[in-house]
């Protein structure tokens, strides 16, 4: 596809309303709320032409719509409950021919995997409509990184009816849970990562990002994920706060019924 060719659009779906830790997002690391510190690593990738904040034209999103705002950050106010239009419309605005999917309760991501993610992409010989790090993963969960053309993503919201893929976007593009699945780009990590967890979900992972930024952040604001190993090497502790969830458990427990209707 070659990167000189498209415009790469970054998008950071958020929200404030979630029923396991509601205004994660915003929550306080360092004096600076979290999808701030996410955006600041993000906008660092060399690979995505343009950012923005999802967000939706909910009242309860109002403030956090406000605050990425004031900090300079682009924001896209849509639909609350379908997110596959909310990316839709926004990709069209923003004029993308590819799209980057990140989710904003993931305040450690690194900007060299998600510009990894998008080379194996847009390097692709012969030329996918979908690349990721997720089919399967290996990174720690929280540095999870979607790419797809703008084409396959609007021909998704032009078909896709089930209320899953409507929420997660990307279901009817990867088509992983089809019995015909399409040929996709997978990047690995070096070893097998996936065992960690580095999202935000509960007060716990709170705990480990927060002790993560106190640690790294003051020395070296530009800490990447390998830093990360070092200090939970170095710390193993860290690691056995937040066990006790399942990676993604939310969409794995969406995905029977889903399954199930698509039979």
């Excluded at 994660?24 to 660092?44: A, N, T």
């Excluded at 069209?92 to 992409?121: M, N, W, Y």
């Excluded at 021909?155 to 990867?174: K, S």
């Amino acid at each position: 596809m070659g990167e000189a060719l498209v415009k790469v659009v970054g998008i950071v779906q958020a929200r404030m309303a979630s029923s396991r830790l509601p205004g994660k997002v915003l929550m306080p690391v360092l004096g600076k709320p979290l999808i701030i510190h996410e955006l600041d690593r993000l906008v660092r990738s060399k690979l995505i032409n343009e950012l923005w904040l999802a967000t939706s034209d909910d009242a309860s999103d109002d403030g956090l719509a406000e605050e990425v705002e004031k900090r300079g950050f682009r924001v896209y106010r849509g639909s609350q409950n379908d997110v596959l239009e909310r990316f839709s419309l926004l990709a069209q605005r923003a004029k993308a021919d590819v799209v980057v999917r990140l989710t904003g309760d993931c305040p450690l991501h690194d900007p060299e995997i998600v510009d990894f993610v998008i080379s194996a992409f847009l390097h692709a010989n012969p030329v996918r409509s979908y690349g990721s790090n997720i089919w399967p993963p290996t990174f720690p969960d929280g540095l999870d990184v979607e790419v797809f053309t703008f084409a396959a993503l609007r021909d998704a919201a032009d078909h896709c009816v089930q209320p899953l893929e409507r929420e997660h976007v990307t279901p009817g593009i990867h088509g992983q849970f089809r019995d015909e699945k399409p040929e996709i780009v997978n990047v690995t990590a070096p070893a097998d990562f996936s065992h960690l967890r580095w999202t935000l979900d509960y007060p716990e992972d709170y705990a480990v990002i927060r002790a993560v930024f106190e640690t790294l952040y003051p020395e070296n604001p530009d800490f990447n994920w390998q830093d990360v190993l070092a200090l939970i090497t170095k710390e193993p502790d860290l690691i056995t706060r937040n066990r006790r969830t399942e990676r993604n458990e939310t969409f794995v427990a969406a995905l029977e019924g889903y399954i199930e209707s698509a039979k």
